[in-house]
């Protein structure tokens, strides 16, 4: 079992930053992608960014120029520096481990952490 603990969520005004951290523990592969969703009320669940393992990126195009995704693979974290904050970005924030073991895909959630942008 994989744990995730997000961190660093809050309320912010627009054209804020704010720093969202996620710290994992338990049965971690050495390969695997790690990511920030995030969610609406009302809305389903989307990918904000990812990162693999050897540092590969990706991020969704609201995301993109405004926030950068980084992970330690010593500490078994993940961060999401987020700038230039619009309203539009307001949502729970999830951290996302997947990885693959004995051919099976493995996804394990953080349990959220709020963000609120205020106009």
């Known amino acids: 079992q994989v744990q995730l603990v997000e961190s660093g969520g809050g309320l912010v005004q627009a054209g804020g930053s704010l720093r969202l951290s996620c710290a994992a523990s338990g049965r971690i592969l050495r390969i695997n992608t790690m990511g920030w969703y995030r969610q609406a009320p009302g809305k389903q669940r989307e990918l904000v960014a990812t990162?693999?393992?050897?540092?590969?990126?990706n991020y969704a195009d609201p995301a993109k120029g405004r926030f950068t995704i980084s992970r330690d693979n010593t500490k078994n974290t993940l961060s999401l520096q987020m700038n230039s904050l619009k309203p539009e970005d307001t949502a729970v924030y999830y951290c996302?481990?997947?990885?693959?073991?004995?051919?099976?895909?493995?996804?394990?959630w953080g349990q959220g952490t709020q963000v609120t942008v205020s106009s």
């Open positions: 990162i693999t393992s050897d540092g590969s990126s």
């Open positions: 996302n481990l997947r990885q693959i073991f004995l051919g099976r895909t493995l996804d394990y």
